[in-house]
T-cell receptor
Framework: NAGVMQNPRHLVRRRGQEARLRCSPM?????VYWYRQLPEEGLKFMVY????????ESGMPKERFSAEFPKEGPSILRIQQVVRGDSAAYFC????????????FGSGTQLSVL | AQTVTQSQPEMSVQEAETVTLSCTYD???????LFWYKQPPSRQMILVIR??????QNATENRFSVNFQKAAKSFSLKISDSQLGDAAMYFC????????????FGTGTLLAVQP
């Protein structure tokens, strides 16, 4: 039973380019969460999605960031026109139910903006 | 709003010794979960232990145990018989019971284990 899979593991982008981060939740999990970890900080919640729905995006910056979790395929976190401040590790996590305390994390995508 | 504070940026322990990592939190809720996650250099977030606030008994998982002081809003992690593989960043986190998995994390404690 594969865990939460994130790709790519490392992503390098130049300022102004787009970054697309992918997350496949654990088998049987339909709840996905994205967290961001800035250097020297803990993880901060960005967005919570169920299949085809955004449930809570209170932690997501209002501009340039978007997330989706289509009926088929992985969840995507998209960052348009990246800036240096977007450089961070982006983690995806999944759970079986919305309130389950058993949250499983992927290994993250390290985004570096040059 | 909930906050989680880890006041020890770095800690060091000798192999086979015991170390305690501190965590305090602030919440107005009476029912919630607390967690300790381990993040080794591989960056994988690994759940070490969790505590339900309504349970008075401290959670234990093999060499890992917590000292949960609800009134003081303190949640420390004790690692006994430390091993080289315990070296990692440790994060304390809070989650409201019944809410979505919107965890609030502390800033972490980097644990070094000396052979």
């Amino acid at each position: 039973n594969a865990g939460v899979m994130q790709n790519p593991r490392h992503l390098v982008r130049r300022r102004g380019q787009e970054a697309r981060l992918r997350c496949s939740p654990m088998k049987g999990h339909s709840h996905v969460y994205w967290y961001r970890q800035l250097p020297e900080e803990g993880l901060k919640f960005m967005v919570y999605l169920q299949k085809e729905n955004i449930i809570d995006e209170s932690g997501m910056p209002k501009e340039r960031f978007s997330a989706e979790f289509p009926k088929e395929g992985p969840s995507i976190l998209r960052i348009q026109q990246v800036v240096r401040g977007d450089s961070a590790a982006y983690f995806c996590a999944s759970s079986e139910t919305f309130s389950s305390e058993k949250l499983f994390f992927g290994s993250g995508t390290q985004l570096s903006v040059l | 709003a909930q906050t989680v504070t880890q006041s020890q940026p770095e800690m060091s322990v000798q192999e086979a010794e015991t170390v305690t990592l501190s965590c305090t939190y602030d919440t107005s809720e009476s029912d919630y979960y607390l967690f300790w996650y381990k993040q080794p250099p591989s960056r994988q977030m690994i759940l070490v232990i969790r505590q339900e606030a309504y349970k008075q008994q401290n959670a234990t998982e093999n060499r890992f145990s917590v000292n949960f002081q609800k009134a003081a809003k303190s949640f420390s992690l004790k690692i006994s018989d430390s091993q080289l593989g315990d070296a990692a960043m440790y994060f304390c986190a809070h989650k409201s019971r019944g809410a979505t998995n919107k965890l609030i994390f502390g800033t972490g404690t980097l644990l070094a284990v000396q052979p």
